[in-house]
């Protein structure tokens, strides 16, 4: 059965432009909550197959969006390549043991023996495929992974950081060691994608959160060349795979994009035009709605019908320009997709 989230993918007509939400199997769902309750905490449920495809799915039959996104976590790739991790409340996510030598990075699994750890990634996958394809319909199943650069800072710093003073001292103090932690992520993620792709997985998406933190003048260096050479690894072996990137806070880098992959996320703080200015007829276009929108109908109805009206109903996929924030009402979220399909019904 064709998707009309993979057609849009490809830039193909399709009968109305589809739409899903960053964060989409998350906290504004009380029905989430209810089965976060039930796996005791945040990694017990990523690591929990059978929750996390529930998960998955629930966005699918409560708010109505064209496909639904793998519940996992991105910090699962170095957590099996070796560093504890924890969720602490109120901090998030912390590494026991961060990387501050060529020893620590030593230390850790790499390739296709880290990728093989994360089994239930794949088994939450397969899972998912099956319910998908005895349900019937057209939805399509995203699965994703960090960016080697975010996965990195992560890896570096030992937790969430707002200044990213460690990773980028490493950055101009000793690049050398920066690349190689920046390689060996790269060749897990390799796999990682493969494995999820072979799983069953209908699209791909390369998530970079932090790529703001990076100058305009080395992020091709840092970041996007890396996020590149994943994309193109996966396109030259799954060409029906549609690769996503997006990533966030870089308007000033659009002009210098590259590379072989489908469709480009636009975050919230590029504006639409100058984003298809500079990208429209490369790639199809992700977004990218203020979340906080999210807050108002008026303002949600507002900004799809203008989303609506530069981008035409082509070569686009309607979503957030970040992730759907907690407290979101249900009936919000809602609402934002039936407008998106209403707008753009041809």
Not at 221 to 238: C, D, G, N, Q
Not at 239 to 258: E, N, Q, R, W
Not at 322 to 334: F, R, T
């Amino acid at each position: 059965m064709s998707k009309i989230f993979v057609d849009a993918c490809f830039g193909k007509e399709t009968p109305y432009t589809p739409v899903w939400m960053m964060r989409q199997a998350g906290r504004y769902l009380p029905e989430y909550m209810e089965v976060r309750k039930q796996a005791g905490n945040f990694l017990n449920l990523c690591h929990n197959p059978k929750l996390a495809a529930e998960v998955s799915i629930q966005p699918l039959d409560i708010v109505g969006v064209d496909a639904a996104i793998l519940f996992s976590d991105i910090l699962v790739v170095p957590n099996e390549m070796g560093m504890k991790l924890d969720f602490l409340t109120g901090e998030g996510p912390v590494f026991e043991k961060p990387i501050k030598n060529q020893d620590d990075l030593d230390a850790l699994l790499g390739g296709e023996e880290a990728a093989s750890k994360l089994t239930y990634v794949y088994e939450t996958i397969k899972i998912l495929r099956k319910q998908l394809d005895e349900r019937g319909d057209d939805k399509a199943l995203i699965g994703f992974t960090g960016a080697p650069w975010t996965l990195a800072t992560y890896m570096i710093e030992g937790e969430g950081t707002k200044t990213y003073n460690i990773c980028k001292k490493m950055m101009y103090s000793n690049p050398e060691l920066l690349h190689k932690i920046l390689k060996k992520v790269t060749e897990v993620v390799k796999f990682y994608m493969e494995k999820q792709i072979e799983a069953g997985i209908d699209v791909v998406q390369i998530f970079d959160s932090w790529a703001a933190a990076i100058e305009p003048s080395k992020y091709d260096e840092f970041s996007w060349k890396y996020m590149v050479e994943i994309a193109e690894y996966l396109k030259a072996k799954y060409p029906h795979i549609p690769v996503i990137m997006f990533p966030k806070g870089i308007p000033a880098f659009l002009p210098s994009v590259y590379g072989k992959f489908d469709v480009f996320g636009v975050d919230w703080s590029t504006p639409m035009a100058y984003a298809k200015e500079q990208l429209g007829d490369k790639y199809v276009l992700q977004g990218n709605m203020e979340p906080c929108r999210l807050y108002s109908k008026e303002a949600t109805t507002f900004c799809v019908e203008s989303l609506q009206k530069t981008m035409g109903g082509k070569r686009h996929i309607f979503n957030l320009g970040h992730g759907i924030l907690p407290d979101v009402p249900v009936e919000n979220a809602k609402h934002f997709i039936s407008e998106c399909h209403r707008v753009s019904k041809k």
